[in-house]
């Protein structure tokens, strides 16, 4: 065979033959995040907000009080605190926090909300709710640490990728000690063995938020009291796949973020995926009529 035909015969295949299954992705997009920023009109069309408006100053509160949800049918986030230590169904205990409460819990003590606080930032959602912003607490896991705070899981339906903003810095630091600071952020998307434990994790990927460069308690932007909405795009996203955030707190602090957006990436559809085939056929054909 000559090299001519045996190239375009590679050319071909290329364009015919599936792609293998891709390994979990994270990354951070430092263009998608949305710096000292507090209007988030229309920007996603899922999300979720801690504590969001209450006219009351408190900490300590159920994670699910005065919450702002507006979530997909395959994510699950649950933030009832009757589901602390239970599975999904809240009859029977489990071990984990994949399956029931989705925040740090202890036994029968979990992660909890801050709202009302004078401090903190009035926000718009994506939705177009205005109000005084709130931050989901993980006191459990004690100041200046690093803690799996959240962990929601992928269910049937999701998208194969998906962007999702994680909304820090939403207060000031030092007028009071109710606001928690944070020093790094990460997102990290693995595999698990799913049911009954969602345990077995493998094929783990992550990435941090590094605003020019450095860890976000290392610039002034990343604790200056105006909100940062840090974006991460998650690829290769599976049913029974467990998305975790991770931030990681400023001495005197406790681990801490306002709330998270979410928007799927559509997927190349039939006819834009054949065209880009006939395309890519076409211009091999014209390669391959060419003498070698």
């Not at 015969?9 to 979990?24: G, M």
């Not at 600071?181 to 595999?191: G, K, M």
């Not at 973020?257 to 990436?265: E, K, N, S, V, Y």
Request: proline content about 5%; hydrophobic content about 40%; some cysteine.
């Amino acid at each position: 065979m000559r090299k001519a035909s045996l190239i375009c015969l590679i050319s071909w295949a290329a364009l015919v033959t599936p792609r293998a299954e891709a390994a979990n992705g994270v990354v951070w997009e430092s263009a998608g995040s949305l710096v000292d920023t507090t209007n988030y009109t229309g920007l996603a069309p899922f999300y979720w907000f801690a504590n969001f408006a209450n006219p009351a100053a408190v900490t300590g509160a159920p994670m699910n009080q005065n919450e702002v949800r507006n979530l997909p049918s395959w994510l699950h986030l649950e933030t009832n605190p009757a589901l602390i230590g239970k599975d999904d169904s809240g009859l029977n205990a489990d071990g984990t926090s994949r399956t029931g409460f989705s925040f740090n819990e202890s036994g029968t003590v979990g992660a909890t909300s801050t709202g009302g606080q004078a401090s903190f930032n009035a926000l718009t959602l994506p939705g177009g709710q205005s109000g005084v912003s709130g931050q989901a607490v993980d006191q459990i896991s004690g100041t200046g640490t690093t803690t799996s705070m959240l962990s929601m899981r992928i269910l049937s339906g999701a998208p194969a990728e998906f962007r999702m903003w994680v909304v820090t810095d939403n207060g000031l630091v030092g007028a009071g000690n109710n606001f928690q600071d944070q020093a790094r952020l990460r997102v990290n998307l693995r595999n698990t063995a799913g049911p009954p434990a969602f345990g077995g994790d493998s094929d783990t990927a992550e990435a941090e938020a590094l605003p020019s460069g450095v860890r976000i308690g290392q610039t002034a932007v990343g604790h200056n009291g105006v909100a940062d909405a840090w974006a991460f795009r998650l690829r290769d996203v599976n049913e029974h796949d467990i998305v975790i955030v991770r931030p990681t707190s400023a001495s005197g602090s406790f681990g801490a973020f306002a709330g998270l957006m979410i928007q799927p990436i559509p997927e190349p559809t039939g006819l834009a995926m054949f065209a880009l085939a006939a395309a890519g056929a076409a211009a091999a054909r014209r390669r391959c009529s060419r003498p070698a």
